[in-house]
């Protein structure tokens, strides 16, 4: 499935949620990372980052979809990581 | 169409895209918006969204999901904005 993830943390705890991220999903921009990841991963992903969270004041969310090409992808301005297009 | 805004910018420009995406989207979490819209309401928010932003620094990525019930969504930690699950 094609996830797309967003965090809002608080700045001490950013740096570990970015390389735990970054093992699973490409990072696109500030907190935010796609990609195609199975759902085992994914609850392994979900599993370390509740280790790194403090699920009282931060808030990660994802979005799941289960086929890729149900997202349509279109970028503003800067591109902070070439990725190509989703379809 | 069911969207999901995720923005990078300059601090100084943030407080004014903040202002103009919540005229369009729900406010999910810190520079994440998600909500129906129509595609002529997504080109007017996007028009506006360039007059706001620096294209070579600011960064802005859509995600479209032609029917709502494509995306599923799941929160960990705090929901900032108290919305319902998509499904």
């Known amino acids: 499935m094609y996830v797309i993830l967003v965090y809002d943390m608080d700045k001490r705890r950013v740096g570990k949620m970015?390389?735990?991220?970054?093992?699973?999903?490409?990072?696109?921009?500030?907190?935010?990372?796609?990609?195609?990841?199975?759902?085992?991963?994914?609850?392994?992903?979900?599993?370390y980052a509740k280790l790194i969270m403090d699920e009282k004041t931060d808030s990660l969310i994802i979005f799941k979809s289960r086929q890729e090409g149900w997202l349509e992808k279109e970028v503003i301005g800067k591109e902070k990581n070439e990725l190509d297009n989703l379809i």
């Open 18 to 47: 970015l390389k735990l991220c970054r093992q699973y999903l490409n990072w696109i921009q500030n907190s935010v990372f796609e990609g195609e990841i199975t759902e085992v991963k994914l609850k392994e992903l979900l599993a």
